[in-house]
Nanobody, 125 residues
Framework: QIQLVESGGGLVQAGGSLRLSCVVSGRSFSSYLGWFRQAPGKEREFVASIRWNSGSTAYGDSVKGRFTILGDSAEDMAYLQMNSLIPEDTAVYYC???????????????????WGQGTQVTVSS
């Protein structure tokens, strides 16, 4: 009932910035909108989330202070502003929606019900 489409990935030098976008469509209730990333040979990693009813945000330790998640429910959009990028940020980035309510955790891939197709971010040194 929810579709998510990411865009904005690309190639960037270390120290640069990118802004990822996620277009959300569908009528199903979403409690959290999250960003995850996955590099080859690594687990899917929590990046950031936003609680839709309050706007509260959370970040993974590796991106805190560098990335910012933004949500605009009126525009059915979410964003991930990525600054001070480092090569370790290279990964496929996914937008995800949790629809199972506000209880429980929201920082694991299995907490989320719908996923976008991913967008590649590559940071060169």
């Amino acid at each position: 009932q929810i579709q998510l489409v990411e865009s904005g990935g690309g190639l960037v030098q270390a120290g640069g910035s990118l802004r990822l976008s996620c277009v959300v469509s569908g009528r199903s209730f979403s409690s959290y909108l999250g960003w995850f990333r996955q590099a080859p040979g690594k687990e899917r990693e929590f990046v950031a989330s936003i609680r839709w009813n309050s706007g509260s945000t959370a970040y993974g330790d590796s991106v805190k202070g560098r990335f910012t998640i933004l949500g605009d429910s009126a525009e059915d959009m979410a964003y991930l502003q990525m600054n001070s990028l480092i090569p370790e940020d290279t990964a496929v980035y996914y937008c995800a929606a949790k629809v199972s309510g506000y209880s429980g955790r929201h920082d694991r891939a299995n907490d989320y019900n719908y996923w976008g197709q991913g967008t590649q971010v590559t940071v060169s040194s």
